[in-house]
């Protein structure tokens, strides 16, 4: 029977950044379920690189994220893993305050950050209902993440590590003998010293297949559709738009433009399918704040968000569970967060001291810690 150290359960963003950080370091193996890595969350998302926005841990990852996106090592992709986008953010009346706070505290550390008028809002995504907002900022720093060559970059780099990637291996059953964890999956057994729970929105589940205790790590669904541009619409050159309240956004991608309804609806793990209410909200948030008139949606999709009870990871050991690591609870900001939670998963995992870039963040051993739940964990 195969035996490594690190036996990392899931194939997607969370697992593959990991195993690129842990690879040559470790005997390691990626446990993936599905016939290609990152089929679920990681391939579904809308990747976008923010440094705000998110809660104030995350956008410290974010910040020792950055420069990994943006000087990657050598040869870890043939494209820039940031593209400039730029976020255009629009509040109604009654989000007055909201928007005032919101300026008065990205001001001072957004270099370039415009309060605008209606009339300039417009001028900048030409397809905007003038009537339909109130209020309006430009936030020159968002970008759009290449998620593919990301991902690619990790796996094609964890391979030449040595790190071993089956695929249609989803975990049947897990147990702890003799200080190793024997893992059944669809593949055949595998021995490990160490298990990472990187399975995303199934987390909970594998970690109850060997006897741990839950976190409450939820899936929510999160929906999307794409529509065409009218002609003489250049999508190379619209920014991302936000509502304030965080009720739909708008985002060009591959020439169209991408809906969602922001929506976070609990769901069972699989492989999501958006429900036609949330399809119609997407449409019904595009037609009242543009001039477009959606007769055709090219595409919609669905995927899972994960959160763990207070929204940010869980990177760490399991203090109940000897050998059990938990790498979960990524919500929305997986990818961009993943060069830092790789890094700090790969550092505790070896039990060496927090990686100095997130250290200088105030990233600590226990700031992700599952201890951090102590004994009110439940399914």
């Given at each position: 029977?195969?035996?490594?150290?690190?036996?990392?359960?899931?194939?997607?963003?969370?697992?593959?950044?990991?195993?690129?950080?842990?690879?040559g370091?470790?005997?390691?193996?990626i446990?993936?379920?599905?016939?290609?890595?990152?089929?679920?969350?990681?391939?579904?998302?809308?990747?976008?690189f923010?440094?705000?926005?998110?809660p104030?841990?995350?956008?410290?990852?974010?910040?020792?994220?950055?420069?990994?996106?943006?000087?990657?090592?050598?040869?870890f992709?043939a494209?820039?893993?940031?593209?400039?986008?730029?976020?255009?953010?629009?509040?109604?009346?009654?989000?007055?305050?909201?928007f005032?706070r919101q300026v008065?505290?990205?001001?001072?550390?957004?270099p370039?950050?415009a309060?605008?008028?209606?009339?300039e809002?417009?001028?900048?995504?030409?397809?905007?209902d003038?009537?339909s907002?109130?209020h309006a900022?430009?936030?020159p720093?968002?970008?759009?993440?290449?998620?593919?060559?990301?991902?690619?970059?990790?796996?094609?780099g964890a391979r030449?590590?040595?790190?071993?990637?089956?695929?249609?291996?989803?975990?049947?059953?897990?147990?702890?003998q003799?200080?190793?964890?024997?893992?059944?999956?669809?593949?055949?057994?595998?021995?490990?010293?160490?298990v990472v729970?990187?399975?995303?929105?199934?987390?909970?589940?594998?970690?109850?297949?060997?006897?741990?205790?839950p976190?409450?790590i939820?899936?929510?669904r999160?929906?999307?559709?794409?529509?065409?541009?009218?002609?003489?619409i250049?999508?190379s050159?619209?920014?991302?738009?936000?509502?304030?309240?965080?009720?739909?956004?708008?985002?060009?991608?591959?020439?169209?433009?991408l809906?969602s309804?922001?929506?976070?609806?609990?769901?069972?793990?699989?492989?999501v399918?958006?429900?036609?209410?949330?399809?119609?909200?997407a449409?019904?948030?595009?037609?009242s704040?543009?001039?477009?008139?959606?007769?055709?949606?090219?595409?919609?999709?669905?995927g899972?968000?994960?959160?763990?009870?207070?929204?940010?990871?869980?990177v760490?050991?399991?203090?109940?569970?000897?050998?059990?690591f938990?790498?979960?609870g990524?919500?929305?900001?997986?990818?961009?967060?993943s060069?830092a939670?790789?890094?700090?998963?790969?550092?505790?995992?070896?039990?060496?001291?927090?990686p100095?870039?997130?250290?200088?963040?105030?990233?600590?051993?226990?700031?992700?810690?599952?201890?951090?739940?102590?004994?009110?964990?439940?399914?």
């Amino acid at each position: 029977m195969d035996r490594v150290d690190v036996a990392i359960i899931g194939g997607g963003i969370a697992g593959a950044s990991l195993a690129w950080f842990l690879g040559g370091q470790q005997s390691v193996a990626i446990l993936e379920a599905e016939d290609q890595p990152g089929y679920h969350a990681t391939a579904r998302s809308a990747a976008e690189f923010v440094l705000n926005y998110n809660p104030p841990a995350v956008s410290a990852l974010a910040r020792a994220a950055r420069p990994f996106f943006d000087n990657p090592p050598e040869g870890f992709a043939a494209v820039p893993l940031l593209v400039p986008r730029g976020g255009l953010v629009i509040a109604h009346e009654e989000d007055a305050a909201l928007f005032e706070r919101q300026v008065a505290e990205l001001a001072p550390r957004v270099p370039g950050l415009a309060v605008l008028t209606r009339a300039e809002a417009v001028a900048r995504m030409p397809i905007l209902d003038p009537d339909s907002f109130a209020h309006a900022y430009f936030d020159p720093e968002y970008w759009d993440i290449e998620a593919d060559a990301l991902l690619q970059g990790y796996l094609r780099g964890a391979r030449h590590r040595g790190v071993a990637l089956r695929l249609k291996s989803g975990v049947l059953d897990l147990d702890r003998q003799g200080g190793l964890w024997r893992i059944e999956t669809a593949s055949g057994p595998l021995l490990a010293e160490t298990v990472v729970n990187a399975a995303g929105g199934w987390a909970d589940r594998v970690a109850m297949l060997g006897g741990v205790a839950p976190l409450g790590i939820t899936p929510l669904r999160r929906t999307a559709i794409l529509v065409d541009l009218p002609d003489g619409i250049d999508a190379s050159r619209l920014p991302e738009l936000n509502d304030i309240a965080d009720a739909f956004y708008f985002k060009p991608d591959g020439g169209r433009l991408l809906v969602s309804p922001a929506d976070e609806t609990p769901c069972e793990p699989g492989d999501v399918q958006p429900e036609e209410i949330d399809i119609a909200w997407a449409v019904h948030h595009l037609e009242s704040h543009s001039s477009l008139g959606v007769k055709r949606v090219a595409k919609a999709w669905a995927g899972m968000r994960t959160f763990s009870p207070d929204r940010l990871p869980v990177v760490g050991y399991d203090p109940q569970a000897p050998g059990f690591f938990w790498l979960a609870g990524q919500g929305g900001f997986g990818i961009l967060t993943s060069p830092a939670l790789g890094a700090l998963a790969a550092a505790l995992i070896r039990h060496h001291p927090v990686p100095a870039h997130l250290a200088a963040e105030g990233i600590t051993e226990q700031t992700f810690s599952p201890a951090r739940f102590g004994t009110a964990r439940g399914a």
